[in-house]
């Protein structure tokens, strides 16, 4: 399964390292060549000798060995892949900082191939805000977390933090090995976040879409080969821009002109942005001023730019539409598939706790013009993004 493929593992202090030892044996036996690299903290989990017997390679843990200096750089780029598992609290954080005072650090720091890192920590170091920003930050810089398991953890209690089981790290491996390009050469248009609809120079009608869903299916479609362009509407969602296409656009009206101008270019489209369905007849230029009275603004409806595109979509375009709802979910899911003219749409219900806007996970079903409906767990929505582009590469070549 893993075939000449280069794996370096990085082992940090942890009980979870037991773990890692079956990691790597399992790696090896199915053809991987893996390097082990530890902190010191993990020789005090387990031993050098076992893991380099088991990777048939020495296993370095420090800078300078041997009045030699570790050349932490070529190990970095040695590697198809490098495995942080596990990794501890300590470490995420002088990752999440740049913060270079070991060897496994310097080899991080200096890796060219991606990182993928599956974290184990007790339950109250998992909830902390500062484990929850830094596993934000280090996302955010690309690496690909494999997200920790409820579970018994090494304190005795039950809870999260326990780190995925080698089955699961081993599956994840697979799957990015196996990625394939499926979407080369095809043009993707996305649009994510709320829209602001301006109503004096400081005051706006929006939204709490936060672009979270619709930014994970623009780095889930890079990831396949696609061509993307995404039209982002006011978001805190970092984007990487020097593989992503974006325009940032304020109002449903500048989302609406991009989109109708991009779209004829496109093989597909992904309509994720939660975009006001009205606006402001007067916009006012001056603050608004209050006075004894109510104050009555006059709204009129915004373009609906799924169903524009719905209308000039070619026999090869491939249209997705989200359905935003609270009650009568499929019904209304199924009737803006028809409505829109759109090929997919992505339910998600207000009802499922854990779904919808701001959140990091969402719960969805898919409706496919041929009338197929999935449910899906609640996810992470990376993952969720990776199930909307299964079905979007289903369809496309359908
Ligand atoms: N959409 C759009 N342009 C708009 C409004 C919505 O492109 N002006 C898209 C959204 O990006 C999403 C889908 O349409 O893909 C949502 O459909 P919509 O009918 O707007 O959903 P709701 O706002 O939930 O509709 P309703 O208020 O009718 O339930």
Redesign the pocket.
């Known amino acids: 399964m893993f075939q000449g493929k280069k794996i370096l593992i990085g082992i940090t202090g942890s009980i979870a390292a037991y773990k890692t030892v079956l990691l790597v044996r399992e790696l090896v036996k199915q053809g991987a060549e893996v390097k082990v690299v530890m902190t010191s903290a993990a020789k005090d989990f387990v031993t050098p000798l076992t893991l380099s017997t088991l990777s048939k390679n020495s296993v370095t843990a420090d800078l300078f060995e041997n009045d030699s200096w570790a050349n932490h750089v070529m190990l970095g780029r040695w590697a198809d892949v490098m495995v942080i598992a596990p990794l501890s609290c300590n470490t995420l954080g002088k990752m999440a900082h740049g913060l270079c005072d070991n060897l496994l650090l310097a080899v991080y720091l200096s890796a060219t191939c991606p990182v993928f890192v599956a974290p184990a920590m007790d339950d109250d170091m998992w909830h902390h805000p500062s484990t929850k920003e830094n596993l934000k930050k280090i996302n955010d810089f690309g690496n690909h977390i494999i997200p920790a398991e409820k579970g018994e953890l090494a304190s005795g209690l039950f809870g999260d933090g326990r780190m995925a089981e080698v089955q699961t790290i081993l599956a994840t491996l697979q799957s990015h090995f196996n990625y394939q390009k499926e979407l080369s050469g095809k043009k993707a248009l996305i ?1 994510a976040g709320p ?1 602001y609809e301006l109503l004096d120079p400081v005051r706006f009608i929006g939204n709490h879409s936060s672009g979270k869903m619709g930014v994970a299916i623009a780095n889930e479609l890079v990831k396949r080969g696609a061509e993307v362009t995404l039209v982002l509407g006011p978001s805190n969602v970092s984007v990487d821009e020097k593989k992503i296409k974006t325009f940032h656009v304020t109002s ?1 009206e500048e ?2 002109e991009v ?1 109708i101008k991009q779209f004829p270019e496109m093989n597909l489209a ?8 009205y606006t402001p007849v007067n916009t006012f230029s001056e603050k608004i001023k209050k006075n004894d009275g109510n104050l009555v603004l006059e709204l009129q ?9 719905g209308q000039i979509k070619k026999e090869k375009q491939l249209l ?6 609270t009650k009568n979910e499929a019904e ?1 899911a199924k009737s ?1 598939l028809k ?2 003219n ?1 090929d997919i ?2 339910l998600n219900s207000l009802r499922d706790k854990g779904a919808g806007f701001g959140t990091d996970t969402n719960k969805i079903t898919i409706f496919e013009k041929s009338g197929a409906a999935t449910t899906y767990d609640q996810k992470d929505k990376a993952l969720v993004a990776k199930d909307i582009v299964d079905v979007i590469v289903k369809n496309i070549y359908a």
């Open positions: 649009t829209t449903a989302m609406y989109c992904v309509m994720a942005a939660a975009v006001a369905d409806k915004t373009k609906d730019i799924l169903k524009s595109l997705v539409g989200f359905a935003l709802e209304y803006k409505d829109k759109a749409i992505v």
